[in-house]
């Protein structure tokens, strides 16, 4: 046997090196934002194709909603009051707000839209909450000033609550920067900023109201929270400033589609072009304008 042949024998020497890796490439980019587009078409997809209808998405989307509020709230006795708009985040509020209330917590809706009509998934989930006995009014009616900060709310909890949880389900993803809010909205997100400056916990559905979903600009009357639940993968816009500086922590829970759902609808994100790519296609384009 030949010493190069022996098992024992180093294979690697300066005389013979080891033949150089293949660079890695990875098989594809996975998407890590939706924006506003992409997410109404993922929303399209479930329910043509996947059979997982709007209501079906807006019962999973309300039970994480809930989940998120016993964990701010810390005690049952911590009131919750949800503000609901005529769409799918208002639609979350009404499902979350009617599991709440069956979990034995007090419970408020303040509907942010009274005298437009829902589309019917919210029409539904709000005769269902105020069947079982949810309290809905007028959003124009909330008083922040009723609260005040750092008042324990413990009765016969083990750790004391917070004043009370705001939860903000007025617009998510629909809103555009190119449309600032209107006076009436405002007038209720700046009672919402009140409330949160007086001790209370906020809590966004999906994305801040204010916030652009897709550029992540901020309108003046934009709410700022402390947890904004995301669904399915963050908004782009609470990726970047400013609107990220809006979102508080950002948690992504499931709502019954699996973690590549976006991608399986969407494709595979586009490869972006490299800095030396993009330098290369400038000179190139530079001497073919000479040449002509």
């Not at 996975?30 to 019962?59: G, H």
């Not at 979350?96 to 303040?110: D, F, N, P």
């Not at 652009?212 to 990726?239: H, M, R, Y």
Request: charged share 25%; proline share 9%; glycine share 8%.
């Amino acid at each position: 046997m030949r010493k190069n042949e022996s098992p024992f024998w180093p294979q690697k020497s300066i005389l013979h090196p080891a033949p150089p890796k293949e660079p890695y490439e990875p098989v594809r980019r996975v998407r890590m934002t939706l924006t506003r587009e992409e997410q109404r078409q993922v929303d399209k997809v479930a329910s043509k194709d996947y059979q997982l209808s709007i209501p079906i998405l807006m019962e999973h989307a309300g039970l994480a909603v809930a989940n998120a509020c016993v964990v701010v709230a810390k005690a049952t006795t911590t009131p919750v009051h949800f503000f609901a708009g005529k769409g799918m985040n208002g639609g979350d509020s009404y499902v979350a707000a009617r599991i709440l209330k069956s979990w034995g917590y007090s419970v408020t809706i303040w509907d942010c839209f009274p005298e437009e009509t829902h589309s019917p998934a919210v029409k539904t989930n709000r005769a269902a909450a105020e069947a079982f006995g949810v309290k809905i009014r007028p959003a124009a009616e909330f008083d922040p000033a009723i609260w005040q900060a750092g008042i324990s709310r413990m009765i016969h909890e083990k750790e004391p609550g917070m004043p009370c949880v705001l939860v903000d389900g007025i617009i998510g993803t629909g809103y555009e920067f190119s449309r600032p809010l209107p006076p009436s909205l405002c007038e209720i997100t700046k009672k919402i900023e009140d409330g949160h400056s007086r001790g209370a916990r906020v809590i966004a559905i999906d994305i801040p109201t204010g916030v652009d979903c897709n550029t992540g600009e901020v309108d003046p009357g934009a709410i700022t929270a402390d947890l904004t639940l995301s669904f399915l993968l963050p908004k782009k816009g609470i990726t970047v400033q400013p609107g990220r500086s809006k979102a508080g922590q950002v948690r992504v829970p499931t709502i019954g589609l699996p973690i590549n759902f976006a991608d399986m609808v969407l494709g595979p994100v586009p490869e972006e072009k490299n800095d030396e790519e993009e330098t290369k296609e400038e000179e190139s384009g530079v001497r073919s304008a000479k040449g002509d």
